[in-house]
């Protein structure tokens, strides 16, 4: 079955960088593109750009651009989401999920992020 | 960047009762409009894609209707699984964007 497992919690200070992984088993990893969405506490859901899995090729929401990169790992099956210069704002859960018809069909379990001084 | 908003905010109903979303975006979508379901602590779970097809597992007491800029997922037959909050969420241009949400709880 389709799983996405992602990375633990973390507490980052103020102006560190943050990696998330994702980790993707049961299809085939390479034909699929990922999305990044975030979720501050008791708020909405924000769009924070995709990355196919199999090119590599990215697009990032404006709001983050300079500030996160996507990478992956084809012998890994894993997605990884690098925020940088970490503000309080950025304490959120973050999630990976996965596109199939321009929608978000399976998505992994959450990583939440604090940021505090 | 296409703003979807969703009514009501948050909304009660007894189990049985037929209950209605809307969603209303900025600018067409052309059925690029997907429907999901958060309960708390839990990730989104898809529930409707394209507006108004039913994703694979779904109980069939969730539909979607389809327009160029309004839409509404309904639930037919409200059950206490589906106490929740629903996000509305386009994907026909970058950056995809999402309704604030609609809480449903019991009356």
């Known amino acids: 079955q389709v799983q996405l497992v992602q990375s633990g919690a973390e507490v980052k200070k103020p102006g560190a960088s943050v990696q998330v992984s994702c980790r993707a088993s049961g299809y085939s990893f390479s034909s699929y593109v990922i999305h990044w969405v975030r979720q501050a506490p008791g708020q909405g859901l924000e769009w924070m750009g995709r990355i196919h899995a199999g090119t590599s090729n990215t697009k990032y929401s404006e709001q983050f651009q300079g500030r996160i990169t996507f990478t992956r790992d084809t012998s890994a099956s894993t997605v990884y989401m690098e925020l940088s210069s970490l503000r309080s704002e950025d304490t959120s859960i973050y999630y990976c999920?996965?596109?199939?018809?321009?929608?978000?069909?399976?998505w992994g379990q959450g990583t939440l992020v604090t940021v505090s001084s | 960047d296409i703003q979807m908003t969703q009514s009501p905010s948050s909304l009660s109903a007894s189990v049985g009762d037929r209950v209605t979303i809307a969603c209303r975006a900025s600018?067409?979508?052309?059925?690029?409009l997907n429907w999901y379901q958060q309960k708390p602590g839990k990730a989104p779970k898809l529930l409707i894609y394209?507006?108004?097809k039913l994703q694979t597992g779904v109980p069939s007491r969730f539909s979607g209707s389809d327009s160029e800029t309004n839409y509404t997922l309904t639930i037919s037959g409200l059950q206490p699984e589906d106490f929740a909050t629903y996000f509305c969420q386009q994907s026909y241009h970058t950056p995809w964007t999402f309704g604030q949400g609609t809480r449903v709880d019991i009356k």
């Open positions: 600018q067409s979508v052309r059925n690029y």
């Open positions: 999920a996965r596109d199939t018809y321009d929608d978000l069909d399976f």
């Open positions: 394209a507006a108004s």
